[in-house]
C-alpha cells in the first residue's frame, strides 16, 4: 500500500496550477470595462453586412412586386422560389470570416468569434424576417391561405435550405463550401416552386398537418445547427 | 504581470504539436526559435485561446485563457491572415478596434497614430488588396498594438518588411517589452539577436532551451542547425 502522505504529495505534483485568486482579482480590478456593450457591438456589426447581400434581400422583393402589380399573374411560384435564396444569402455572409481568413483576429479579440456570428445571426434573422413578413402579406393578399398556412408554406423552404447550410459549413468548414449551399438553395428553390405547380393538392389545407410536422422538425433541426455553429466558433477547427 | 503556461500539450490524433510545454513569462520580449513544423504556432494559437489545449492550462494574472478579460489584453498577429476584400487599411484597423470593445471616437484616434506608427498613413484609405506583402504585414502589427497590450503574440512578425523596416520593428518592439509580455516567433535569428531578452528554442513540440540570450549567444548559434534536422 503507497503511503497515504506520498499519494497526496503525488496529486499534488501532477494538479493543475490553480490561477492565483488575489492576483486575478488584481487584474479584474485595473481591466479597463469595454467601452460597447452588447448592443452597440450588434449595431456595428450591422454596419459592416457586405452591401450586396442588403441589396440583393431587399432587391429580392422588386420581381413580386412587378409582376404582382404589372403583369398580374401568380406569383406565389416566384415567392417559393426566392425565400430560399434569402436562407443562403444570411448563411454565406455569416460564414464569411472563414471565406476571407478573419478567424484568427476574429478569436483572439475581446468580442470574440461566436459575439461576431450571433450578431451577424440576429441582424441577418430580423432583416430576412421583415422579408418573409413581407412576402406574407403578399401571399394572403394573393392566394386565400390562412396566415398560419402561408407562414408554413414560406418558412419551410426557407429553414430547409438555411438549415442544410449550416450544417453543410459545420461539417465542411472551409472557404468553398459556399457553393454547395448556392446548390441546395436552387435544388429547394426549385423543388418548391415546382411543387406548386405539379403537387398543387399539397397546398390544400388537409395537408396542412404534414407541413406542420415538417415545419418543427426542421425549427428543431435549425436550433440544433445554430448551437453547434456557435460552439464551434470556441475553438479553430477550420484550415487556416 | 506573469504569463504561466502550465503542461500544456496539443494531440492531433497520431501526432503531438506541443509536449507538456511550462513556461513562465515576465515583463520582456522572447524569441521562440524552431524549424518549420516545430510546434511554435500551435503553442502561439494554444496562448491566444484560439486553440484548446489537449492538456495543461494557461493563464495571465491569474485570468484563464479562455476568459473574455484575457483576450482584452491581447494583441495577436497570426502567422497568414486574410481580410475583407472590401476594406481600405483604415477600415480593417476600426473592425477590429470594435471587436476589441473600443468606442468609436478612441478607435479612431487610435487608428490614425497606428496608422501613423507604421507608415501607412497615406494609403489608409485604399484598398487593402493593393497593399504589397510588407504594407499588410505593417497593418497586421498595427491591429495588435490597438489595446495597448499587456501580452503581445507575434508569429512571424517579419515576414514581408525590408531590412528597414525590420530595423524600426524591432525599435518598436524593444519599447513595447518594457511593459509588456511580448511573444514572437521567426526563423530568422537575426531578428531576436538585439532585443529579445529570452530566447525560447522549440523542437519536435518541445521546449528544448529556455535562456538569456547574452549568456547563451554562440550556445544556440550552435545548436540551430540541430534543430533543423
Known sequence: MMDRELKKRIKKIFEEEKPPQREKIQFLNNLPASELSMGQFIMIQAGYLRRWVIVSTILSAVPVLLVANFMKQNILWMIFALIPLLAVLAVAENNRSIQYGMIEFEMSTRFSLKSVVLARMIVLGIMDFVMIFFFLLICKKEKDFSLFQTSCYLLVPYLLTATGSLWIVRHFPNKDAIYSCMVLAVLVSSLSSSLYFRADFLYEFSYIKWWVIVLIFLMIKAGYEIYYTIKQTEECIWSL | MELVIDRVSKQYENHIAVDRISLRLREGVYGLLGANGAGKTTLMRVICGILKPTSGSVYFDGIEVKEEGYRAILGYLPQDFGYYPEFTGKDFLLYIAALKGMEKRVAKKKTEELLDLVALQTVAEKKIKSYSGGM??????????????????????????????????????????KKSIILLSTHIISDLEDITDEVLLMKSGEIVYQGKWEEKKRWVRGALPSLFY
Do not use: C, H, S, Y
Open chain 2, 136 to 177: 499588410k504585414q505593417r497593418l497586421g502589427i498595427a491591429q495588435a498594438l490597438l489595446n495597448e497590450p499587456k501580452l503581445l503574440i507575434l508569429d512571424e512578425p517579419t515576414t514581408g518588411l525590408d531590412p528597414g523596416e525590420r530595423v524600426k520593428f524591432r525599435n518598436l518592439l524593444a519599447e513595447l517589452g
